[in-house]
């Protein structure tokens, strides 16, 4: 058997999308489906977003990439933007996720190490958690299917449990250097921080001179309600890695610091030849641009309300099947009685609805930002009629 042109990595599933309208994608056979996945919360502003599409027009004419060795008014601009807009002082911006991660994993252990501090290495991170694909950030990340295949993990990393504050209390050596950790945890079934949590990391932190990173790939950038999550719990981070979101499906991520946070990232510390390239600035200020024009955290408050309220009393109709509602905003959870996947399966080929399966047996509900009444309408009845007429195991099978 020949391996196939595109790497085998992704399981594909029959539906091939080849454009998009707004909150819905449209497939290579016709087929349009309710697009409750967006690319896995990237598509914060939907499909085929005016503003955003004119941006990438405009500036794809005018100059799409040159080096980072040049000075950049564009980056310049965006950074300035999120500046005044977080706790951050500066930004350095990356293609992904992951190398957001990357570049708050580096800023952690350069902050001591700048200091003259090489023993101040380690990071505590938190079970089921998801960082990325790096060899970094899967070392990161607790989750032994990940690691399979590709050991040894580097070292420096140490799991405990998300949510146990007296574990990270106990995880703390001569050799730490901070915590990494979601506010939310989107893969690892939309399991939300406390606020003891959340807080108490932020005061060991300050006690222990360490480093509070926070992963917001998923979770911030709007999805929550707020523009980052941990302005809901009243925190503010060291480090922040974002992406998804911020390019409204463009390619693009940022690691947001405190001038503190980021003493160790000086010159050649760290780099990327297409990270903050001008096509994908102009990406991410459209997607403030529409932000502020459209009211998104608004509309995301308002949405989450009455989502969260319908789906709270949809579940109860079918026990064997669905168990409780979590998460904020619009990154939201149903946590199932079964394996989520085959319910995925079941609503995208069966009733055209796009949702993600995660862990801890959730079905993941990420819809564009912009969903409007009819959206949630649509969802609850593709939902239903998906419940409805999902096969169900015999007891005891």
């Keep these: 058997m020949s391996i196939t042109p595109l790497m085998p990595v992704y399981p594909r599933c029959g539906f091939r999308p080849v454009r998009g309208e707004h909150c819905h994608l449209i497939g290579d056979d016709g087929r349009r489906a309710l697009d409750f996945a967006s690319g896995i919360a990237v ?13 990438i027009q405009r500036q794809a004419e005018t100059l799409m990439h040159c080096s980072n060795l040049y000075g950049s008014p564009q980056g310049e601009r965006l950074a300035q933007r999120l500046v005044d807009l977080t706790f951050a002082d500066t930004v350095f911006f990356t293609n992904s996720g992951a190398e957001a991660v990357e570049c708050a994993i580096k800023a952690t252990r350069a902050y001591h190490q700048h200091g003259g501090n090489a023993d101040r290495f380690e990071i505590v991170t938190f079970n089921q958690a998801f960082h990325g694909r790096t060899l970094a950030t899967i070392s990161a990340s607790s989750q ?8 040894p ?14 574990a990270a209390r106990a995880a703390i050596g001569p050799n730490t250097a901070g915590f990494l950790v979601e506010p939310i945890q989107g893969e690892g079934g939309i ?6 949590f959340l807080g108490g990391l932020r005061a060991l932190c300050d006690e222990h001179d360490l480093i509070l990173a926070l992963d917001e790939v998923q979770c911030g950038y709007g999805r929550s309600g707020t523009f980052f999550a941990h302005e809901q719990y009243g925190v503010v981070p060291d480090v922040v890695a974002a ?14 610091a405190t001038e503190k946070a980021a003493r160790g990232m000086v010159i050649g510390a760290h780099g990327s030849t297409y990270g903050g390239n001008p096509l994908a600035m102009a990406a991410g200020e459209a997607v403030l641009d529409a932000f502020a024009a459209e009211d998104i955290l608004a509309n ?19 026990p064997e099947l669905f168990e409780e509602v979590r998460g904020r905003g619009l990154l939201l959870g149903l946590k199932l009685k079964v394996e989520p996947r085959a319910l995925v399966e079941h609503l995208r080929d069966s009733h055209g609805l796009l ?39 015999p007891t005891g099978k």
Excluded: W
């Design 43 to 55: 598509n914060a502003l939907g499909h085929s977003h005016k503003g955003l599409i004119g941006a």
């Design 144 to 151: 032994e299917k990940m690691h399979k295949g590709f050991l």
């Design 153 to 166: 993990l580097l070292p420096g990393f140490k799991y405990v449990e998300f949510n146990d504050l007296d």
């Design 191 to 196: 399991r939300v921080a406390t606020q003891e």
């Design 243 to 256: 992406a998804k979101g911020i390019g409204g499906g463009f390619p693009l991520g940022a690691c947001l």
């Design 300 to 318: 995301v408050r308002d949405k989450s309300a009455k989502l969260v309220s319908r789906l709270e009393q949809f579940i109860g109709n079918y």
């Design 355 to 393: 949702t993600v399966s995660g862990g801890d047996n959730t079905l993941r509900i990420v819809p564009p930002l912009v969903i409007d009444d009819s959206h949630i309408d649509e969802f609850m009845d593709k939902l239903s009629a998906g419940a409805a007429s999902y096969p169900q195991e």
